[in-house]
């Protein structure tokens, strides 16, 4: 569940509140009584590693489409981006 910041617009008093996403906003201070508003933050997310490309999740697709289906007409546009072919050029299926 995700926790939410509030601070009151009375009294300054502020605090964490870990609620479900169904849960209604919380409108009064637990100090003074007064009006209560949500802050936000920047995320705590980093996206590191691969995946995160247009190109770096064709190659697994295709893999996996092609093993779904058989060898199929696909079959030569699988090998050269799973890397197989001779020719060595992995630019060749972001391209196109």
């Given amino acids: 569940m995700p926790t939410y910041a509030y601070a009151c617009k009375e009294c300054g008093h502020r605090f964490d509140q870990v609620q479900s996403f169904s849960d209604p906003t919380l409108t009064e201070c637990p100090v003074c009584g007064g009006a209560l508003r949500k802050e936000y933050g920047s995320i705590g997310v980093t996206f ?28 030569s546009g699988a090998s050269s981006a799973s890397g197989t072919s001779s020719s060595g050029s992995s630019s060749s299926p972001a391209a196109s």
């Fill in 48 to 75: 590191n590693g691969s995946g995160f490309y247009r190109t770096d999740s064709r190659a697994g697709a295709s893999t996996a489409s092609t093993t779904a289906s058989g060898t199929g007409s696909s079959g």
